[in-house]
């Protein structure tokens, strides 16, 4: 199958009533068209449709609303005449292979008759689903850039179908290349500006420029979140008009979520922006503990970064913070004193707490992990069980991954956790041991599909080192079980 399956039905006098709630809450709807079989169509509580024919429902995907017919406000509830089209769209394996072929996606649309051959937008594509403020074209060319797994397809739907983008489309384009680019990166570090200096990703902003106005807030927040993730920093014109535009906004029509991106994108961007900041910060501080930890994290991160000083703010991660930093990853638990040290401020209430956590974690994880392999011998982690409105999922893989990113730290975030602590003269000697300890274990990496152990120092940068033992040393703590550990050390030989 292509990206979009168009069922067509004739309909002729049918008359269409609602007959009860099947499983799972939805409610059914059944047409009776005389001299054709039964149709079900499946609305779930989110207000999205599919359609069946004859009692046997297909394993559609990215289901959307069915599109009304001929039927007016005043013939509502009576019954339905003329022809009725149904398009559901969805994207395929075979989308993303054809890519590479322009025009692919501009068929697409056509078969789904939302384009005619002239090019020109159909009444069915400029109808607008309510529910989903947008047009039906406009969901179609979403789906187009949201269900995918390579960067080269969102780049290949903005070349076919360019001109038919709108607001929320610009978005989503942004967003979804943010975040396969960062993924992309991490093997491939020039594939950032292969994609800065892309045509379509021109294109994309020079539309932008049109559309920045009439953008939701989510969808400004998506788009600055995108912008970031690829790291341009030269287009800071548009950054400047998305940040007036949330100037203009009310922050409670953004999500805790969005604010923490809007803030941390700033600081990504090197834009500083002070009123957009503590416009965000203060709604941010009216919802703090509706805060995940990772945007709390991220929100004092910038700060720092950025130097930012809002005191309101800064006390009001402190204080929701402390009490929850069991549901910290090791990372997000490390980068969250960091910025601390780097304002100068240095929350008593949150330094004791995070060290009794660290040492916790360290400790549990000597006793009972002898590789990473036996992570998953380790109890569930406590972030897991903070997780609200989410189901648990009992995927091996995924668990073993979250106790890694919970009980794992990496170097630089050792590092982090030892620089905070020295620069604001504060000694736990229990925490100075176990981290002592940690730098001189060995951790199992994986290396060409192979399963290596090495001594985590081997995994540490040349600056990353440097600054551990400048805390070591500011706390005035001899490391005498660490210095021997030091002499093979990659990064320190000459």
Not at 229 to 234: K, R, S, T, V
Request: aromatic share 6%; charged share 25%.
């Amino acid at each position: 199958m292509g990206l979009e399956t168009a069922l067509r039905v004739e309909v002729h006098g049918g008359l269409m009533r609602r007959s009860g709630r099947g499983s799972a809450g939805t409610v059914r709807n059944r047409v009776r068209a005389p001299g054709s079989t039964i149709i079900a169509l499946h609305g779930s509580q989110r207000g999205i449709t599919n359609l069946y024919v004859g009692g046997r429902e297909p394993q559609w995907e990215n289901r959307f609303p069915n599109l009304s017919t001929n039927a007016t406000d005043e013939s509502r509830g009576k019954e339905t005449r003329g022809e009725k089209e149904v398009s559901i769209l969805r994207m395929s394996a075979d989308d993303e292979k054809l890519a590479l072929n322009a025009g692919h996606f501009l068929t697409r649309l056509k078969e789904a008759g939302l384009v005619d051959e002239s090019g020109g937008v159909t009444g069915q594509g400029e109808q607008f689903i309510e529910r989903m403020n947008a047009t039906y074209i406009h969901l179609a060319i979403n789906k187009m850039l949201s269900m995918n797994k390579r960067y080269q397809t969102v780049l290949a739907v903005v070349r076919d179908v360019g001109e038919y983008i709108g607001a929320v489309n610009l978005a989503t384009a942004m967003h979804r290349l943010g975040r396969l680019v960062r993924s992309a990166k991490a093997n491939n570090p020039r594939v950032v500006s292969k994609v800065l200096t892309h045509p379509q990703y021109r294109k994309l902003l020079s539309k932008a420029e049109d559309f920045i106005d009439t953008m939701e807030p989510r969808a400004l927040a998506n788009f600055l979140w995108g912008m970031a993730a690829l790291g341009d920093q030269e287009n800071t014109g548009i950054v400047l008009r998305v940040g007036s535009r949330l100037m203009e906004i009310d922050p409670t029509e953004l999500k805790t979520q969005e604010i923490s991106n809007v803030v941390w994108s700033l600081a990504t961007l090197e834009m500083h922006m002070p009123d957009l900041m503590n416009r965000m910060l203060a709604a941010a501080c009216d919802r703090i503990d509706d805060c995940v930890p990772q945007a709390l994290s991220n929100m004092i991160w910038a700060c720092a970064t950025l130097r930012h000083h809002n005191s309101r703010f800064i006390d009001a991660v402190a204080d929701s913070a402390a009490p929850r930093l069991d549901s910290f990853q090791s990372q997000t638990l490390a980068n969250t004193l960091w910025a601390y040290s780097v304002l100068g401020i240095y929350p008593s209430g949150l330094f004791n707490v995070a060290a009794e956590e660290i040492v916790d974690r360290l400790t549990l994880k000597e006793k009972s992990v002898a590789s990473l392999k036996a992570y998953k011998h380790l109890k569930k982690p406590r972030m897991m069980q903070h997780r609200k409105n989410s189901k648990p999922k009992q995927n091996p893989k995924f668990i073993e991954r979250e106790q890694r990113a919970y009980y794992e730290f990496r170097g630089q975030e050792i590092s982090n956790v030892l620089i905070a602590y020295a620069r604001g003269c504060i000694i736990h000697p229990q925490l100075l041991e176990c981290l002592e300890a940690e730098l001189c274990s060995s951790v199992t990496i994986e290396s060409d599909g192979n399963q290596v152990q090495v001594d985590r120092l081997e995994l540490f940068t040349s600056q990353a080192l440097t600054n551990t033992l400048w805390a070591f040393a500011t706390l005035r703590w001899y490391p005498a079980r660490l210095l021997p550990c030091l002499a093979h050390v990659p990064c320190l030989e000459f």
